[in-house]
């Protein structure tokens, strides 16, 4: 059964430019991390794992899309270059029950570039305003666009700004811009998270040049004092492997924000516990769902006793909540 909004928080959140949102990685952001990530955080605005069109037109789309309803409010990304077919995703996505449609123009994959999508189409502006306009035409609700600040030796500031303004022009009034270029030759997808120089001031004189865009801010943010600053120049920030490999990071950031209470490591624990019990009563392996919280006690004593033993036992097919219960016990 598809998810619906069914709260007035989740719409008011929607409503407003996000301060924080977890971004989309692959094999990171399925269901069950978001449900977790939720628990954490009630603030942060939610992605699925990038979903290719032709996914979603031709696979299992309950597989693809299904989600609680406690996650919202999520986006959903897709992954595709023709307008036509995004279109037809961004209405599925709109009555499946997701509050916005994200385009991922910034992966650097090979894979992706083999599809003709990702961050190789920022070298055709012409035709991701095509695909959003397409893709606006097909929803009531936002489509948004991720984007890198250039790609290979296309990297100039006018370069920028001429696909900032005809993707806006053609619908896209929302851009997540990750501060770094993208080698789509050479270097791999981790490679391309970290050996670009990041370049912040890039980003903020977009916020400037466009003040009446909603520019969100992605890329080695990874301290609370860097989250505030940020948002003295842009209208969000959007975290990466920080929140997904230090998921207690989300926790600080919620009550440095919104002044949300300190829940401990365990309370969270003991919260995801009922959802993974459940899901193990579906037939779900339990190492399917644990791997996602192997860093919540990141930083702490007895965190590498944590990961080894959900790793070691999470695995075992009859594996249960026991598992994450015993793994607790040798933080203590």
């Not at 952001?29 to 979603?56: C, G, Q, W």
């Not at 023709?82 to 279109?87: F, H, K, N, R, Y």
């Not at 990874?222 to 989250?227: F, R, S, V, W």
């Amino acid at each position: 059964m598809n998810a619906t909004n069914k709260g007035d928080k989740s719409a008011a959140l929607f409503n407003n430019p996000p301060l924080i949102s977890v971004a989309p990685m692959m094999d990171c952001t399925d269901r069950h991390a978001r449900y977790f990530l939720r628990l954490i955080s009630p603030n942060a605005l939610l992605y699925t794992e990038m979903v290719t069109s032709k996914a979603i037109l031709h696979g299992d789309c309950k597989k693809l899309l299904d989600f609680d309803a406690f996650e919202h409010p999520v986006v959903l990304q897709l992954g595709g270059s023709d307008p036509a077919e995004l279109a037809m995703c961004a209405k599925r996505g709109t009555d499946w029950g997701y509050k916005e449609i994200n385009l991922n123009v910034g992966c650097p994959s090979s894979r992706v570039q083999s599809g003709r999508f990702g961050a190789c189409l920022m070298l055709e502006p012409e035709r991701v305003a095509d695909c959003v306009a397409a893709m606006s035409a097909a929803t009531s609700i936002p489509v948004t666009v991720k984007c890198r600040i250039g790609v290979d030796t296309h990297d100039s500031y006018e370069a920028l700004t001429s696909f900032i303004q005809m993707v806006s022009d053609a619908g896209c009034h929302t851009f997540i811009v990750h501060a770094r270029k993208a080698w789509l030759d050479g270097l791999s997808p981790k490679e391309n998270r970290e050996i670009p120089p990041l370049q912040y001031g890039v980003v903020q004189r977009i916020k400037r040049d466009f003040p009446h865009l909603t520019i969100i801010i992605n890329g080695g943010i990874k301290t609370i004092e860097a989250i505030q600053e940020h948002l003295s120049s842009v209208d969000g920030v959007m975290i990466g492997r920080e929140a997904y490999g230090n998921p207690y990071f989300l926790m600080k950031a919620e009550h440095a924000l919104f002044d949300t209470p300190l829940e401990t490591r365990e309370t969270i624990l003991e919260k995801f516990i009922p959802y993974v019990d459940a899901q193990l009563k579906t037939g779900l392996r339990l190492s399917s769902i644990s791997r996602h919280i192997l860093g919540l006690f990141q930083g702490e004593s007895g965190a590498r006793a944590f990961r080894r033993y959900v790793s070691t036992h999470a695995p075992r097919p009859d594996a249960g909540i026991d598992v994450l219960k015993k793994a607790y016990l040798c933080t203590r």
